[in-house]
């Protein structure tokens, strides 16, 4: 396990969505069980120690490694999702993208007040997203004791953006 090498299945896409972005896609550890294994069983042995009451993820790429591993950990998951497609009562947050502004919500009823809770998503790139993630859970009652991603990217400086929390990432890449 100590000698797999998760670079190996990042496909690397150069000007995509646009041009000048270096997109470090997870589809290609997907593609691969024993990649995607990989990644999965990297999660249990970080956090099955460490009281996480549940997991939330974000929308739509961090739902597919928070749920085997909510599975696993036999704990819930919370989908956030960008606004307009949770049907129940939810709680929202606005957020700054490069030029516009973006929505994400979650169930209010999914976060258990007092608990501790996972914050996961694929990749960090600026931080922003997961961010608001966590105002909405902390909006919620609930506390983020910890932020996870498959891949981070520290020189777009997400760490500034997400302290105090803790982040742990599986690989960094340092520029493009
Ligand atoms: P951010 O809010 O800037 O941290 O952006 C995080 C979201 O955008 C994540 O859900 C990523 O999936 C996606 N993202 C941003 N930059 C990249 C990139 N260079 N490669 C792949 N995904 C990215």
Redesign the pocket.
């Known amino acids: 396990m100590s000698t797999f090498n998760i670079d190996d299945y990042i496909r690397k896409v150069p000007d995509f969505p646009k041009k000048g972005?270096?997109?470090?896609?997870i589809t290609s550890i997907l593609a691969n069980p024993q990649a995607f294994q990989f990644c999965i069983d990297r999660m249990m042995a970080l956090y099955h120690d460490k009281s996480i009451d549940a997991v939330a993820a974000?929308e739509a790429?961090?739902f597919l490694f928070a749920a085997p591993f909510a599975a696993g950990m036999k704990i819930p998951l919370i989908p956030i999702r960008k606004k307009g497609k949770l049907p129940g009562v939810t709680l929202s947050k606005k957020y700054d993208l490069e030029y516009a502004q973006a929505e994400i919500e979650v169930h209010r009823e999914d976060i258990p007040a007092g608990k501790r809770i996972l914050l996961l998503?694929?990749?960090?790139?600026?931080?922003?997203?997961?961010n608001a993630a966590r105002a909405l859970i902390e909006a919620g009652g609930a506390h983020v004791p910890e932020i996870f991603g498959i891949?981070g990217?520290p020189f777009?400086n997400?760490e500034k953006v997400l302290a105090p929390t803790p982040i742990t990432t599986l690989i960094q890449y340092h520029g493009e």
Do not use: S
């Open positions: 972005i270096l997109f470090y896609d974000i790429r961090g998503d694929d990749l960090i790139a600026t931080g922003g997203t997961l891949v990217l777009l997400y």
